[in-house]
């Protein structure tokens, strides 16, 4: 027989309970052009073609920062005590 335990295992989750995972914690840094920016963020400030940047997005995919440094958003997530994940 299964227990409560067991139930709360198997039962899926919600496309916004795996949304929030993470929330506050985790972050994951992408490596991005200023075009793939714009295309992903519309609402990104015009900035010029061709230049490689590096945005530190929460567990969920918002933005937290865009810089052109990847040294300048790891020091970012350490300072907000955010633990850095790979996403492959």
Known sequence: MATETDRNLTTPLTTAE?????????????PMTSEELVRIFPQAPE???????FALL?????PILVTDSREAATANAWEHELRMVSVH
Do not use: N, R, T, W
């Open 58 to 62: 929460s567990a969920d995919g918002a």
């Open 18 to 30: 795996f949304a929030a995972l993470g929330a506050g914690e985790v972050a994951y840094l992408k």
């Open 47 to 53: 900035i010029k073609p061709g230049l490689q940047l």
